[in-house]
C-alpha cells in the first residue's frame, strides 16, 4: 500500500479530456480482480488488453514470471507477444475454513 492509498479519497479523480497519446497500450488485469482496466485499456487507439487467469490483485506477481515477461516483451516491441504461458498458471488453491458454521 502506498502512502496515496491513506489519504483516499482525499485525492480528486482524474477527470480525461479525451485527448490520449498514439502510442501501444497493453492493459492488464487479474481474472480474480474486479478492475476498471479494460475501461481505461479502451480509451487508446492502439490498445491491447489482457486478462490473466487464477490472479488475483497484481497479475504480475504471477510466480512463473509469465505475466512480467509478456509485459517486458511489449515494452520492448509495441504489441503483444506469444501469451501461451498463461495458460499454465495454476488455479488459486481454496482451503476449507476450520470450524465454519453454515
Excluded at 30 to 59: E, W
Excluded at 71 to 98: M, N, Q, Y
Aim: aromatic share 6%.
Amino acid at each position: 500500500m502506498t502512502s496515496a492509498c491513506l489519504k483516499w479519497p482525499a485525492h480528486r479523480p482524474y477527470t480525461s479530456t479525451g485527448h490520449f497519446p498514439d502510442v501501444p497500450v497493453l492493459g492488464v488485469a487479474a481474472d480474480l480482480d474486479a478492475t476498471t482496466s479494460v475501461h481505461a485499456t479502451r480509451q487508446y487507439r492502439d490498445a491491447t488488453f489482457l486478462k490473466v487467469p487464477n490472479m488475483g490483485h497484481v497479475a504480475e506477481y504471477d510466480p512463473s514470471g509469465c505475466v512480467a515477461g509478456i509485459t517486458s516483451g511489449f515494452i520492448r516491441h509495441g504489441k503483444l507477444g506469444d501469451t501461451a504461458c498463461l495458460a499454465a498458471i495454476p488455479p488459486v488453491k481454496v482451503e476449507p475454513v476450520a470450524n465454519s458454521k453454515r
